[in-house]
């Protein structure tokens, strides 16, 4: 093995955060875009038969070009770990980041029919129409897109229908 491929090597098994450039994708896990309100903190809390579970949501991040460039960092990193479930944003512009890292990843979505659930899902957990239940209400159509994706999108799709959570198909998502 050459002093470049040990390097290579060595730099893609890293667990901390890198400064600058990521590893290279060695994706060991699965990411899901998960839309809001499917059950990402819960599934987080509950895990799922024992796999590490990393829900990254996106507002933790700044809104720079820098800020985005770490997100994807951390997804790169958590989505190295083996058996991992690392739960992302659904936002198109990083579903596209993702897609052009060679990142694979699953759409988690409603049936576009079901807006009435979703906003009663979020209302209950955050305990009355907030900022998120008026964007969801005003912006569904516009949310819903997600189902067509983006020119060239070749990421699977999985759509809940009425009562589902994440919890529910994650099985099939995963495998099983």
């Known amino acids: 093995m050459s002093t ?4 290579q090597s060595q730099s893609s ?5 890198s400064k600058g450039q990521p590893p290279a994708s060695t994706q060991k896990g699965i990411i899901i875009s998960g839309f809001p309100c499917i059950g990402k903190s819960y599934l987080t809390k509950n895990k799922y038969e024992g796999r590490p579970v990393f829900d990254l949501d996106s507002s ?36 596209k980041q993702m897609a ?4 694979q990843y699953i759409r988690v979505f409603p049936s576009r029919d079901l807006k009435q ?6 209302e209950n957990r955050a305990g009355g129409k907030d900022g998120l239940w008026k964007f969801m209400n005003d912006n569904w159509e516009m949310m819903a897109q997600i ?7 070749t990421s699977k799709k999985c759509v809940l229908k009425k009562g589902e959570y ?5 099985p099939k998502l995963v495998g099983k």
């Open 100 to 103: 052009s890292n060679n990142l």
């Open 147 to 153: 189902d067509k994706g983006f020119s060239g999108e």
């Open 60 to 95: 933790g991040y700044a809104k720079t070009e820098k800020g985005q460039q770490e997100y994807l960092n951390d997804v790169k990193k958590h989505a190295a770990i083996p058996r991992a479930i690392v739960l992302v944003s659904t936002h198109e512009t990083f579903r």
């Open 13 to 17: 098994t890293r667990t901390q955060p």
């Open 166 to 170: 994440l919890g529910h198909v994650i």
């Open 4 to 7: 470049i491929q040990k390097k």
């Open 117 to 122: 659930e979703w906003l009663g899902r979020q």
